[in-house]
């Protein structure tokens, strides 16, 4: 009975294999047919939410379909990440993270998925300055004040960040290993939350991306005491670099990629790329995320295969960095 059961499935697949195959390639060629999920591993009202929702609703105009960002915050990114690890590999499910993605596989030592396998590299997308930022009263004129603050303060100094892997507890850990100095870190779900909390100086200071705080800066209704960039930025006039505030060699970019389950079908993954390509491109995107201090990646950095060994160099990269501030999680 076995022999003859093994026979008929064999044969059945034989038969289905065209159709299928044909069934497959129809598929694709209509793809995409329903609306997409792009995936932000972080809270609304962040920076990674804010390029995502402009990447969504550019691709939309694209692609013909609904892009919709989903927020899904929480461990740094790795909640959402493993969302869309876990995923369908058919192109409805893709995801938009950052730096995040090559500094998790060291810090949690049960990380549930390998940035390498568990996905396809669609396209890098953009690289966006930090900035220190204080709470409105926060007794510092500028940087070099600070950091003095912070030295003599230790632990009763708050700082906020988006939880272990985000860019901001990276920014956080670095600050910690140029100063010698720790101070008190308070983790939420993404910086979404966390404005409110310096805004009303239950937090003191904050190192975010320029994506999400320069709005909040040009109100006044926190302090920028320094950029994370070799040089100042034209986008936040009048503010110093960490570098000129005291803290030589102190430079952070946020790197951004755009990602799909792994097992997603090579023509669905070139026709994402051709829409993440379409957005970084459209007018509005560039002139939006220019302004905020982060222009999209050179076209050549759009592109999977670049994307994948700047992945796999930044993970080798920030292993022996992490590995000395000694922060980990199981
Ligand atoms: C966010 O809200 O996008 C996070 O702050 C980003 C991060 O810190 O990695």
């Not at 497959?24 to 209509?30: E, G």
């Not at 962040?46 to 989903?70: F, H, I, K």
């Not at 966390?194 to 937090?203: D, N």
């Amino acid at each position: 009975m076995k022999i003859q059961t093994t026979r008929r499935a064999l044969l059945g697949a034989a038969l289905a294999t065209p159709a299928l195959l044909a069934g497959t390639a129809r598929a694709q060629s209509n793809w995409p047919s329903q609306p997409i999920t792009l995936v932000i591993p972080f809270a609304p009202g962040g920076p990674t939410d804010a390029v995502g929702r402009m990447l969504a609703e550019a691709m939309s105009r694209d692609l013909g379909v609904n892009v919709v960002a989903q927020n899904v915050g929480g461990a740094g990114g790795t909640i959402g990440v493993n969302r869309v690890a876990q995923a369908r590999p058919d192109g409805y499910t893709i995801l938009l993270h950052n730096i995040g993605m090559s500094t998790a596989p060291t810090l949690y030592r049960r990380l549930p998925y390998n940035p390498l396998t568990a996905f396809e590299t669609l396209g890098l997308v953009t690289a966006t300055p930090m900035v220190w930022l204080t709470r409105p009263d926060f007794p510092a004129a500028n940087f070099g004040e600070m950091l003095r603050l912070i030295r003599e303060g230790g632990e009763r100094i708050n700082l906020g960040n988006a939880g272990l892997g985000s860019a901001s507890q990276l920014c956080g850990t670095l600050l910690q290993a140029s100063l010698g100095t720790r101070f008190t870190a308070v983790s939420f779900a993404g910086s979404g939350p966390i404005y409110p909390e310096l805004m009303a100086s239950r937090l003191d200071i904050y190192c975010d991306q320029t994506t999400s705080a320069i709005p909040f800066i040009q109100s006044n209704q926190i302090k920028a005491m320094a950029v994370t960039t070799p040089e100042p930025l034209p986008a936040l006039p009048g503010v110093s670099t960490a570098i000129q505030g005291g803290l030589p060699g102190f430079e952070v970019a946020i790197w951004h990629g755009l990602y799909a389950p792994a097992g997603t079908p090579k023509p669905v993954q070139d026709r994402l790329n051709a829409a993440l390509r379409f957005a970084l491109a459209d007018a509005r995107v560039v002139e939006r995320m220019t302004g905020l201090g982060s222009p999209p990646e050179p076209v050549e950095r759009q592109n999977g295969e670049v994307h994948r060994a700047h992945l796999a160099a930044e993970i080798e990269r920030w292993r022996p960095i992490l590995q000395a501030a000694g922060q980990f999680a199981d």
